[in-house]
């Protein structure tokens, strides 16, 4: 009665002798088939540390050489890595002036009639030069405020 030793977890195990002639009974369970074939690593998150398992495929196929435990951790370096001058729809910055507005505190107000209905409030560059995203340059004005300021040459307060 041939007994062999279990490559992986050295339990001592009976194997048919046809099998063994085959090259069958290398491991004693399907448990421990499984855990021998796999070609992976652990590695570590980059963003919390957290330890898990990659295959061999995603390891080769990082561009970054960056891993992750989850997609949160991956979306939490993405946002990070790929924001602002780095993000591929990047214009320069010439269009964020709404953003500058709202970070320097100013009021969210139409500036000549007083409406505050975030909706149809938009940006005004008071030098008429959009490339000059000065907060002291900007000013929120509504649709209507607007088109006046541009089109009829109305003055603002």
């Known amino acids: 009665m041939p007994h062999v030793k279990c490559k992986l977890c050295s339990k001592e195990f009976y194997v048919k002798p046809s099998h063994l002639l085959l090259g069958y009974g290398k491991y004693c369970s399907m448990d421990c088939t499984h855990e021998s074939r796999k070609t992976g690593k652990f590695v570590n998150c980059h963003i919390c540390g957290k330890t898990t398992w990659k295959t061999q495929k995603a390891l080769k196929n990082s561009r970054s050489n960056k891993f992750f435990c989850g997609k949160s951790c991956q979306t939490k370096w993405r946002n990070v890595e790929y924001s602002g001058e780095n993000h591929h729809f990047w214009k320069g910055g010439e269009n964020a002036y709404?953003?500058?507005?709202?970070?320097?505190?100013?009021?969210?107000?139409?500036?000549?009639?007083?409406?505050?209905?975030?909706?149809?409030?938009?940006?005004?560059?008071?030098?008429?030069?959009?490339?000059?995203?000065?907060?002291?340059?900007?000013?929120?004005?509504?649709?209507?405020?607007?088109?006046?300021?541009?089109?009829?040459?109305?003055?603002?307060?």
Not at 103 to 130: F, M, T, Y
């Open 98 to 157: 709404r953003g500058i507005l709202i970070k320097s505190g100013i009021e969210p107000k139409c500036q000549k009639c007083g409406n505050n209905d975030e909706r149809v409030l938009a940006v005004h560059h008071l030098d008429v030069n959009r490339k000059n995203n000065k907060a002291e340059n900007l000013i929120w004005l509504c649709y209507n405020c607007h088109h006046l300021v541009h089109c009829h040459k109305v003055k603002i307060k």
